[in-house]
């Protein structure tokens, strides 16, 4: 389906504390600058930050014309109360909240809409625009039996305009291109300068079958994310290798007068299935990074370079 989308997407996890804690003035300040940047699709989960990313989310594009930008939520995780006793502090995902409630995997009917339920209360809206499963990796029975059917339906009746799948990997995402109606996918990680798996069998079906891509991770988590390539791979320190392959892919760049974030931001978009770019941004700071780095040109030999030098497929 042709789905009306900014070519650059806000993602919302580190609004909801990942790994470190925002504050929520911060957060506020960060989806302004996003939207203010241009930035018109924005993406959130109930699991980012046990459903603060949604609550920030949507205080902050309250007042915002309803009609003037797209959000997409996703289902699959139920937020119920942690017992009584039970671990305190900072959750087990990685997310800087109080662990006073966890995650509970359901991709029932029941389950989708009651997530939907609750994350249009967090966000404050009647409506969203894109409702993704969200990671059915060890769920996929259910997920295509009960999950998928329940948001088509939802679809049909016209209360969301898309649906879709949202994952970590390539291979489930491609068979639910092929044994489903799903609108879009969101691949995380798997369409980057780093990973291309994507580009295999996912993102030619997307194309045939008219699925929208929303490429997602296109840092690898970090590894990207600066023209010195250091840290984390896929949210696990990044192996020698890896390092080793980036510093020649920052190397072409530097060559061209190009970043390595400027080229991982800009080397998705060169496959006509994608379209949007969803990027995770903490500040306003880094919206304004983002901006600028996409605002500026990547000379066609830097990908032919790329190609020449085996680091990118031709």
């Not at 109930?46 to 309803?66: D, F, I, M, N, V």
């Not at 009746?157 to 489930?172: D, H, I, L, T």
């Not at 250091?230 to 510093?247: F, H, N, Q, V």
């Not at 190397?251 to 969803?278: D, I, K």
Request: charged fraction near 25%.
């Amino acid at each position: 389906m042709t789905f009306p989308l900014s070519t650059y997407g806000f993602g919302s996890a580190p609004i909801g504390n990942l790994f470190t804690a925002v504050g929520d003035d911060e957060a506020r300040a960060t989806v302004d600058a996003a939207y203010d940047a241009g930035f018109r699709h924005f993406d959130t989960a109930p699991h980012y930050g046990l459903g603060l990313s949604e609550r920030r989310l949507g205080a902050a594009l309250a007042g915002r014309p309803r009609d003037s930008y797209t959000l997409s939520t996703k289902v699959g995780r139920l937020l119920v109360p942690a017992p009584a006793g039970g671990p305190a502090g900072r959750d087990d995902q990685g997310f800087d909240v109080p662990a006073d409630l966890r995650r509970v995997w359901d991709f029932s009917r029941d389950g989708v809409r009651r997530s939907l339920e609750e994350s249009l209360l967090r966000l404050g809206l009647d409506a969203v625009d894109i409702v993704l499963i969200h990671d059915p990796d060890d769920h996929w029975e259910q997920a295509v039996s009960e999950a998928y059917p329940a948001l088509a339906e939802l679809r049909d009746q016209g209360v969301v305009k898309a649906v879709g799948v949202g994952m970590n990997q390539s291979e489930m995402l491609t068979r639910f291109v092929r044994e489903t109606g799903v609108d879009m996918v969101m691949p995380a990680g798997r369409h980057t300068l780093l990973d291309r798996s994507g580009a295999e069998e996912l993102l030619p079906l997307c194309l045939e079958r008219g699925v929208s891509v929303l490429a997602a991770g296109v840092f690898n988590s970090g590894l990207l994310a600066t023209h010195e390539p250091s840290g984390t791979y896929d949210y696990a320190p990044a192996s020698e290798p890896l390092l080793a392959r980036a510093r020649r892919v920052a190397a072409v760049c530097e060559r061209h007068g190009v970043t390595l974030p400027q080229a991982a931001l800009a080397f998705p978009l060169r496959h006509p299935a994608v379209a949007s770019v969803v990027v995770g941004v903490r500040s306003a700071d880094e919206v304004a990074r983002n901006a600028a780095l996409v605002a500026r040109p990547v000379p066609e030999d830097l990908w032919a370079d790329l190609v020449a030098e085996g680091l990118i497929p031709g």
